[in-house]
């Protein structure tokens, strides 16, 4: 493959720079968010992977896998603090989404770079794609190392060297070990290479299928066994069955309908501008000839395989959030932030589809279907636009100045040594205050009063405090009369996030 054109770094460059000014005020931080970060900051100084515990103590982390921590360790090791850790990961990450999103639209396409260019412009005008990089979350670098997956799949399919594959199973291994959802690109294409040749299969061809299968399987063969040593429990999900809700397919619908439309606009319009745009793709391929349209047909099925991982690979990855919430974690959800990496995998090969069409003499469906576009795209660009400017002003969550300069972190840091902490979300208070914090019983919890005696119980005279988030959904715990005699609760400081009140107060 020739040298690309110098304008192909354009877009990937002006990504990162966005992602850089975007996090000025750091980058968004969410619950997961808190264990990426503290989990980096163990591992750069030596603690491994690992996070506070409500006693005070570390414990290391079987839940999340450890990639995203790690990369954002390596520049905290080298002297950056956690907040310039992560707004460079994430700036780079951005930069090679968009590097190998083009890459793989001008291998695929011919080397149209009319065509790269608008795919590179689509996913890098993406509020979804644009948000994950202002956040303090795994996607950032999951879908860089799906696409380098990706690009070395094409590289197999083209000269089918072992080495190719090697280094395919190594890039999906490793998206493995940033998110669990990276077993389902492993999965395409283990399916993929058994279909291929499953008539003639020999037993070089099967051995690459098992070499494929054994070196992506190692970095979650190691993580698992790492688990095991450090904790006895390979991961701590539990095998919980759920039934689908009608929140996860509204959540669904939603996702899709915002890659053409910012959320601004009401589900319903985005739904209705779906259905149109759907509908003039197909107007658009109808008013193609039909000796053009087998010519098109023909050009495609020589990248027929590309075709055939992309089909396996969305099936495999909506089948891996499907199983994760009937029977692991009802709270995954198809929404945008999930789907983000199919809207990428989608416009590549929407690009790629899509070009065939510039080189045809064009009817009014092509122009209506190529106006509804750009609309979609100047829209999405200037809502992605402005959330990069209210980002740079102030991050999101708790990575909000509202949050991290609350005034009850500096007074839980001066409690006395022994004091004890509670809070319904415990996470945040031992994120903020580096300390230990004891759950609290939510006021929605089964036997509420047993458990309010129980915590009356542990004071026993002691200092202790309780923290409550009047922001955030049962964490502002309303205590009846009986709990508050309990537990004689006396206000230290309150703002509009943080609210601290001292326990045994009389």
Known sequence: MGKPRATLWLIPLLGAVAVWYGTHSGAGISRDSLYYIRGAENIAH??????????????????????????????IGAGLSATQSVRLVNAISFLLTLWLSGMLVLRLSGRSHTAALIAMAFIAASPA?????????????????VLAGFLKMQDYFE??????????????????VDRYAGAAFVLAVGVLLMLRDWK???????????????????PTLLWFARNYFTTSRAHDRPFVPHLLGIDHIRAAVDAVTLWLLPNWVSLRMRALWLAIVVMLVVFAIRSIPKPERSRIAAELASTGRFWGLMGLSVAAYLGFVFVTILFFDFDVNFDVRMMSPLYVLIVIAAAV????????????????????????????????????????????????????????????????????????????????????????????DDAYQAKIDAVAGELNGRPAFLLCYPGLDDSNVAMDANARHALAPRMVDSTETVVLYELGAR
């Open 129 to 145: 794609i644009v948000h994950n990089h202002l956040m303090t979350w795994s996607e950032t670098i999951f879908i860089p190392l």
């Open 46 to 75: 030596g603690n491994g992977y690992a996070v506070m515990s409500e006693t005070g103590e570390l414990d290391s982390v079987n839940h999340w896998p450890p990639l995203y921590s790690i990369v954002i360790a390596a520049p």
């Open 159 to 176: 000269r089918g060297r072992a080495l190719d594959l090697i280094v395919a199973a190594a890039w999906f291994g490793l998206a493995t």
């Open 353 to 444: 589809a899509g070009q065939k069409l510039l080189s045809l003499p064009w009817k009014r469906p092509a122009y209506a279907l190529a106006l509804a576009l750009i609309v979609s795209f100047l829209l999405l660009a200037a809502y992605s636009v402005n959330h990069i400017g209210s980002s740079h002003r102030d991050a999101a969550q708790f990575g909000s100045a509202r949050w991290t300069q609350a005034s009850a972190w500096n007074a839980l840091r001066s409690a006395p040594e022994g004091a004890r902490i509670y809070s319904t979300w415990p996470d945040v208070g031992m994120y903020f205050a580096n300390r230990g914090v004891r759950e609290f019983p939510s006021n929605s």
């Open 200 to 218: 003639t299969m020999s037993a070089s061809r099967l051995a690459h299928v098992a070499v494929f299968g054994a070196i992506a399987c190692i």
